[in-house]
């Protein structure tokens, strides 16, 4: 018999209701034979379009149930998840508009040209979707990295039918957000089955490894998403997996930044490593300021900022009992201070702090490696530097991340004196978002947007945010002096459907 569902409020750790049973390898081989039967519903653009759309606005509609039920099973509150589900809603949007403007399938026309050297045939290429995408979701983010997040909302814009393995701490509001997309999904007349979503471990592993799942989307840890991007490699046919694992998020903060305006940064650091109770993807979490005077400010600024920090709660007691168990191993090394000492805040909640270390301990490697490795909480580690050299010493040993963000003076973001071109120059290999005077809390759902970066942040090259994100979900194909009768619409020299192009290697001037 198959082991039940339960939503379980996190405030309490008590169990709510149970919403599901966990699917079975039968099961999952139903959904997902279902879905890649209805992959055919999605080949028009226009139908593509309104499907995101009809989501966004039935997710709406569900505003209240949507927000109630994450809040009962995050403890993130009305206000964060109000906010959540707005992103969520402008996302669905943005893909559909990315949809009608056709720009994504990349449509390239190179006519036959016996004076090229070698002789050109007659080309055309385009980007077609894989087929039924398996997407993982993330704990932190119930809607905006779940059921109807980015994962699914860029794969059904590609034409990809989705099969979501829901998060085990918010099956409840999973439920909810499928019943809104399975519902928009009849409204404009394609199977429900183009979105669907099971429960349970056992089946997120079968999913993975089932022959007719073409890709996969997941947002977690790195434990848990290393087993499933191994499993996707080791098929007799392998599958691209867009994995996002762990990242540090590493800050350098300047001297002369600190000098300047040491206070602000302190202040600044505290909101953003303690935003959503540490609980963001793009967390803060290991910050270079300067030994002396000015670094001793800016950790004063800190101090003021976190010991005003109220407890919070945890996304699940598991996440609770590992953020105490990693500050437990971390403040017991050589040379590490907690000036504020985060950990357990009472039963059922975690206190906010920070560690400090010499960057020295750093450069040394030994047990002090912990310290370069995520902690998912309300926790950062500030490493003192005496010099730039132990600056460069210490980036050197850092894994890869989704973001790095350097704190300057304002001349030096001038370019009128210091090292900032050097230290972007350095920070630019380790992540996938470089910023400067600013924090990595928030990542705007915008065009130029990337929300990737080198392992361990994520297993790929691509980005899970932004327009961009489509093009994990499609692959090219070429047709090579075939009659015009016989080329699919977006290929054809009268362009029907009115798509951006390039013709002959030059972008088509349309109207």
């Known amino acids: 018999m198959s082991a039940p569902v339960w939503s379980v409020d996190p405030r309490t750790g008590k169990q709510r209701e149970q ?8 099961e999952v081989d139903r959904v ?37 039920a994450a809040d009962a099973e995050t403890a993130l509150g009305p206000a964060r998840l109000t906010g959540e589900l707005a992103r969520t809603t402008y996302q669905l949007r943005s893909f559909a508009a990315i949809v009608d403007e056709g720009a994504f399938l990349d449509v390239r026309i190179d006519h036959a040209d016996a004076t090229q050297t070698p002789p050109w045939p007659d080309l055309r290429r385009y980007k077609l979707p894989l087929g039924v995408v ?17 994962d699914t909302a860029s794969a059904l814009a590609a034409g990809c039918p989705v ?85 540090l998020n590493p800050v350098v903060v300047t001297e002369a930044a600190a000098s300047e305006r040491g206070d602000q940064i302190g202040a600044g650091l505290a909101g953003s490593m303690t935003l959503g109770v540490g609980q963001f993807c793009t967390k803060p979490g290991f910050v270079l300021a300067p030994a002396g005077p000015a670094g001793d400010g800016l950790l004063k600024s800190l101090t003021d900022a976190v010991s005003n920090t109220d407890a919070g709660v945890l996304l699940d007691h598991r996440m609770r009992d590992n953020f105490v168990a990693g500050i437990k191993e971390r403040v017991e090394l050589a040379d590490v201070e907690a000036p504020v000492t985060p950990g357990s805040g009472g039963e059922h909640t975690v206190s906010a702090g920070f560690l400090t270390v010499p960057a020295r301990r750093l450069v040394e490697g030994g047990p002090h490696d912990v310290l370069l490795e ?9 490493a003192r ?46 992540a996938g978002r470089v910023l400067v005077n600013g924090w990595p809390t928030g990542v705007a759902v915008a ?52 798509l951006p192009r390039r013709i002959n290697g030059v972008r088509e001037q349309r109207g």
């Open 32 to 68: 997902v034979r279902a879905a890649h039967a209805a992959r055919g519903s999605l080949a028009d653009r226009a139908v593509r379009a309104a499907l995101l759309r009809t989501a966004a606005d039935l997710l709406d509609e569900a505003r209240d149930q949507l927000v109630e």
């Open 447 to 498: 065009p130029a947007q990337h929300h990737g970066g080198p392992y361990p942040a994520t297993t790929s090259t691509s980005t899970s945010v932004g327009g961009t994100a489509v093009e994990r979900w499609l692959r090219p194909v070429a047709y090579q002096d075939t009659p015009a009768a016989l080329l699919p619409p977006e290929l054809r020299d009268e362009n029907p459907l009115e």
């Open 163 to 247: 099969v979501v393995k829901a998060h085990p701490d918010h099956p409840a509001t999973s439920e909810v957000a499928a019943s809104a997309l399975r519902r928009a999904a009849e409204r404009v007349g394609v199977p429900a089955d183009v979105i669907a979503v099971v429960h349970g471990f056992d089946a997120g592993l079968e999913l993975v490894k089932h022959p007719l799942i073409a890709a996969a989307g997941f947002t977690g840890s790195v434990r848990g998403g290393r087993a499933l991007h191994d499993a996707a490699a080791s098929r007799p046919v392998p599958i691209p997996f867009h994995g996002e694992l762990g990242s």
């Open 385 to 430: 530097y005496e010099d730039d050299d132990e600056i460069s010493a210490v980036l050197g040993r850092l894994p890869g991340n989704l973001t790095a963000t350097v704190h300057l003076s304002a001349a030096e973001g001038e370019g009128t004196e210091g090292r900032a071109g050097e230290l972007i120059a350095e920070l630019t290999p380790l």
């Open 374 to 382: 995520e902690c998912f909480g309300p926790v950062t580690v500030v």
């Open 19 to 26: 919403v599901a049973v966990e699917a079975t390898a039968e």
């Open 134 to 150: 398996a997407v993982y979701a993330a704990s932190n983010f119930p809607l905006a990295f779940s059921v109807p997040g980015g």
